[in-house]
């Protein structure tokens, strides 16, 4: 259980961050949600009622990352999924977009970590977000595949080094979260179809498969350094 903990969600207005929110709460934490947008962070915490607070971060801008935990004051568990980046091929892509993963996904949870340090309880714990093309590589996606590596390789680096803050990584497949809902249909319907034809279990992920994963990962005291994959089979194809 979560109660009386308070947990710190940097992409928790929307999609996965936002229903990890709403499971922390109805396992007795409070939480505190950060995004870019402020229309989304009121929305989002009115929608999660009075055990929930929201701060506008910018996990591009380190000076903004340690304003938000300032603002956050002490937690007990951190989880970062919000990130904002675009791939593609090699030699198709600009170095921006080649390098936009990192600076968003990679550079964006490290410096989150840095910054909650200091804010962060001695037996808490660190979920960082990664995803299955780290193990899985697909087409259209080498810096996108390396980042992913990257961040399962910094949580199980941070699991050592931060000891006894346990440190673990989220790696999901296609998920059905409102990321995609936001897609042209076409596009939506064409790499559910793709990602199915490969999955093990015939189909893309929920929202709740993966937020259930996070909070499992919030509440087991002994687990730590580990890399979990709630991606219906799809790395073992």
């Not at 308070?6 to 995004?35: F, H």
């Not at 006894?164 to 596009?187: C, F, K, M, Y």
Request: aromatic share 8%; charged share 20%.
């Amino acid at each position: 259980m979560l109660t009386n903990k308070t947990v710190a969600i940097i992409g928790g207005t929307s999609g996965i961050g936002l229903r990890v929110a709403e499971i922390a709460i109805s396992l007795g934490a409070s939480v505190v949600v950060g995004g870019r947008n402020g229309e989304r962070i009121e929305k989002a915490v009115q929608r999660l009622g009075s055990s929930a607070r929201g701060a506008e971060v910018d996990n591009l801008n380190q000076a903004s990352i340690k304003a938000f935990f300032e603002a956050a004051g002490a937690i007990d568990h951190l989880f970062t999924p919000g990130a904002s980046y675009a791939r593609g091929r090699i030699d198709e892509v600009t170095d921006e977009v080649a390098e936009s993963s990192f600076k968003s996904k990679f550079w964006g949870q490290y410096y989150a970590v840095k910054h909650a340090l200091p804010h962060l309880a001695k037996d808490g714990s660190i979920t960082l977000m990664a995803g299955a093309y780290s193990v899985r590589p697909a087409p259209n996606g080498a810096a996108y595949g390396a980042c992913n590596a990257a961040i399962e390789g910094l949580g199980r680096s941070l699991a050592v080094e931060l000891a006894p803050v346990r440190v673990n990584v989220v790696s999901p497949g296609t998920i059905d979260s409102d990321l995609w809902q936001r897609q042209p249909t076409e596009l939506r319907d064409a790499s559910f179809s793709s990602y199915s034809d490969v999955a093990l279990l015939k189909r893309v992920g929920t929202t709740d498969e993966v937020a259930g994963t996070v909070a499992f990962l919030m509440q087991n005291t002994f687990m730590t350094g580990s890399t979990l994959y709630p991606d219906g089979g799809f790395a073992l194809r």
